[in-house]
């Protein structure tokens, strides 16, 4: 972890203001993971914009009628863009400051051997590795293109020791400081692979049919259509999500009243890709309906 690691990212100040997030970084990093994680706190989000065209963007997302109209926008901005960008970058943001626009830049790090390690594992192909360009040189680059916008960044986060869950975690924290009630995390699991570590309240799902055992529908997930009506049919399935929402609708406002910001809600099944993944997006959405700050989280699936 870097030496800001130990801090959250600064919160927001206030919700009603216009807020710009620009994630920058390396490739690798955990960009994509973090816009990920804003826009399901209904930032309005947009990856790898050319900076000239912030201005433009924000112009766009935020005039005319203000109800319903986006006030939190966050950006990527990545070695895909031009390399004129990063030189224009400051100036583009100075500008937006100076109108009003609560401008943060967030840098996502991470050591050389760590982004090695990832590209290998996923097999993807480094923008700057072109050319017979070597993967190790590519990162060299990188980091020498982007070490403008590092430098007058608000945060760097340090993503090397962090896994996927713990990033999206560290981003909603930061923001869920700034917005009105609890963030919730829903996320879905696997018993046979273990607990989440970072779960404070785990429901066990391993009850409910199956659809596991429907050999058409195995090779699904509980985001699918035909899962989602199998599980729809059940009425055990309705009973046990009435129950939990009865539950949490009783304890959530006794975190709330704790000056707690961010509660993880873990939903297991045997293999979770089937009825944790059903349930914990049936839960999202419900209170995405009554509620900011609802992100889901599919352990197994991704």
Same mark, same amino acid.
Not at 8 to 30: C, W
Not at 162 to 178: E, K, P, S
């Given at each position: 972890?870097?030496?800001?690691?130990?801090?959250?990212?600064?919160?927001?100040?206030?919700?009603?203001?216009?807020?710009?997030?620009?994630?920058?970084?390396? $490739?690798?990093?955990?960009?994509?993971?973090?816009?990920?994680?804003?826009?399901?706190?209904?930032?309005?989000?947009?990856?790898? =914009?050319?900076?000239?065209?912030?201005?433009?963007?924000?112009?766009?997302?935020?005039?005319?009628?203000?109800?319903?109209?986006?006030?939190?926008?966050?950006?990527?901005?990545?070695?895909?863009?031009?390399?004129?960008?990063?030189?224009?970058?400051?100036?583009?943001?100075?500008?937006?400051?100076?109108?009003?626009?609560? @401008?943060?830049?967030?840098? =996502?790090?991470?050591?050389?051997?760590?982004?090695?390690?990832?590209?290998?594992?996923?097999?993807?192909?480094?923008?700057?590795?072109?050319?017979? @360009?070597?993967?190790?040189?590519?990162?060299?680059?990188?980091?020498?293109?982007?070490?403008?916008?590092?430098?007058?960044?608000?945060? @760097?986060?340090?993503? $090397?020791?962090?896994?996927?869950?713990?990033?999206?975690?560290?981003?909603?924290?930061?923001?869920?400081?700034?917005?009105?009630?609890?963030?919730?995390?829903?996320?879905?699991?696997?018993?046979?692979?273990?607990?989440?570590?970072?779960?404070?309240?785990?429901?066990?799902?391993?009850?409910?049919?199956?659809?596991?055992?429907?050999?058409?529908?195995?090779?699904?997930?509980?985001?699918?259509?035909?899962?989602?009506?199998?599980?729809?049919?059940?009425?055990?399935?309705?009973?046990?999500?009435?129950?939990?929402?009865?539950?949490?609708?009783?304890?959530?406002?006794?975190?709330?009243?704790?000056?707690?910001?961010?509660?993880?809600?873990?939903?297991?099944?045997?293999?979770?890709?089937?009825?944790?993944?059903?349930?914990?997006?049936?839960?999202?959405?419900?209170?995405?309906?009554?509620?900011?700050?609802?992100?889901?989280?599919?352990?197994?699936?991704?």
């Amino acid at each position: 972890m870097s030496d800001n690691s130990n801090s959250q990212i600064n919160p927001l100040v206030d919700p009603h203001e216009i807020h710009l997030i620009v994630l920058t970084g390396m $490739s690798g990093g955990g960009k994509t993971v973090a816009l990920r994680a804003l826009e399901d706190l209904e930032f309005y989000c947009v990856d790898n =914009l050319p900076s000239a065209l912030l201005p433009q963007l924000v112009d766009a997302a935020t005039s005319g009628d203000r109800r319903g109209r986006p006030r939190r926008i966050a950006v990527g901005v990545d070695v895909r863009n031009r390399g004129a960008d990063f030189t224009h970058m400051p100036t583009v943001l100075s500008e937006l400051a100076a109108a009003g626009v609560q @401008v943060h830049l967030i840098f =996502l790090d991470c050591r050389d051997e760590v982004l090695i390690k990832r590209y290998s594992e996923t097999r993807r192909r480094h923008p700057l590795a072109i050319r017979g @360009v070597s993967l190790a040189d590519a990162i060299v680059e990188e980091r020498r293109l982007l070490r403008p916008l590092m430098a007058i960044a608000e945060k @760097v986060i340090d993503s $090397s020791e962090l896994n996927v869950h713990q990033l999206r975690r560290l981003v909603a924290t930061g923001y869920a400081q700034a917005t009105e009630g609890l963030t919730l995390m829903f996320q879905s699991f696997a018993f046979r692979r273990g607990l989440p570590l970072d779960a404070d309240f785990v429901f066990d799902a391993r009850c409910l049919p199956n659809p596991h055992w429907q050999a058409h529908l195995r090779p699904l997930s509980g985001k699918d259509t035909a899962v989602r009506e199998f599980l729809d049919a059940e009425p055990l399935v309705g009973e046990y999500f009435t129950d939990t929402v009865r539950w949490l609708d009783a304890w959530l406002p006794r975190f709330e009243q704790d000056d707690r910001s961010y509660v993880t809600i873990s939903v297991g099944c045997t293999g979770g890709r089937h009825r944790s993944v059903y349930l914990v997006e049936k839960l999202a959405a419900y209170y995405r309906d009554r509620r900011e700050g609802v992100l889901t989280f599919h352990r197994e699936l991704e």
